[in-house]
């Protein structure tokens, strides 16, 4: 039989998420980093066949330092503080791959999903370069475990974010802020120039038009290469959050690494700092959006 696998206490003594609050909630824009956790737990550095440095190749780095000014401008950030390596909650909770495991998961466990097929479930078997993280294999209760630990702190808070701007203003906007490799930048013509960023709304199912075409002027104004949906046209929260008929928008954010990072040694660059000061502006004008025309009687669901 497999040897079982350290206990995850971690997270039964250290914070799983933060939330950073405005004084006075000011927008009904709410803005989300959920893959840059950089408090690596103890039991997966020790039953990892991978070191702390090519854990983190899986982390959307320091993008909750890209929008931790939100709060300024009336609106909170939720950040995950756990890795993303040790759960992803841009995944469904069900999302779960039968090979990590020595024992049975549940019968209700989506093990079909493309995700999950590539190791990138709610626990992922590799990280972002295709290394596998475990060399040995987990039992269902570690999972179990994790899930209870920060999966479901993470996505209560979110819900109730959601449900306190819809309460207050009418409707919500969640803007799930991520980061992708440069190699994903790459740009899909010879001759054009990298794209910079992605705008994911599901393809126009996940939140209103004039939401994405807001942010995309705002950032085409700065410079910035912006495509839409492609190459990521958002995870499981803009597709489970987002609900625009309800008053629900959510509009994922990719920015392209190499405007920021240095991705071999993982460590910010220069150029940071600029970056950070379109960020802030983009959060200024985001949250001074009209969204009157957005809002649904609560009658309505």
Do not use: W
Not at 242 to 264: C, S, T
């Amino acid at each position: 039989m497999p040897e079982k696998f350290d206990r995850p206490t971690s997270y039964r003594e250290r914070r799983p998420i933060d939330v950073l609050t405005p004084n006075e909630t000011g927008s009904a824009v709410i803005f989300a980093s959920p893959h840059s956790g950089r408090d690596y737990p103890t039991d997966l550095l020790r039953n990892s066949r991978l070191d702390h440095h090519a854990l983190r190749q899986s982390e959307d780095s320091y993008v909750d330092l890209l929008f931790d000014e939100a709060p300024r401008f009336g609106s909170p950030l939720l950040r995950a503080l756990f890795p993303r390596a040790y759960v992803d909650v841009n995944r469904s909770r069900e999302e779960l791959d039968p090979r990590m495991f020595a024992d049975s998961v549940p019968r209700s466990a989506d093990t079909r999903s493309s995700r999950v097929i590539a190791g990138l479930g709610v626990i992922p078997r590799i990280v972002a370069d295709g290394q596998d993280i475990y060399g040995r294999k987990l039992y269902y209760i570690d999972a179990r475990r994790r899930l209870s630990a920060c999966y479901d702190p993470y996505h209560k808070a979110l819900r109730g974010l959601v449900d306190e701007a819809r309460a207050r203003f009418g409707c919500a906007i969640l803007i799930d802020c991520h980061s992708m490799p440069s190699a994903g930048g790459a740009p899909f013509r010879t001759g054009e120039p990298p794209i910079d960023f992605v705008l994911g709304d599901r393809f126009g199912t996940s939140c209103a038009p004039e939401i994405i075409r807001h942010a995309e002027e705002i950032l085409t104004g700065f410079g910035y290469q912006v495509t839409r949906n492609a190459p990521y046209a958002g995870g499981y929260v803009a597709a489970s959050y987002g609900r625009p008929r309800n008053g629900v928008h959510a509009l994922q954010i990719e920015i392209n690494r190499a405007l920021y990072l240095d991705e071999r040694r993982i460590a910010r660059t220069d150029a940071f700092e600029a970056l950070r000061e379109h960020m802030i502006e983009l959060m200024r004008r985001l949250t001074g959006f009209d969204v009157s025309g957005l809002c649904i009687p609560q009658a309505a669901e």
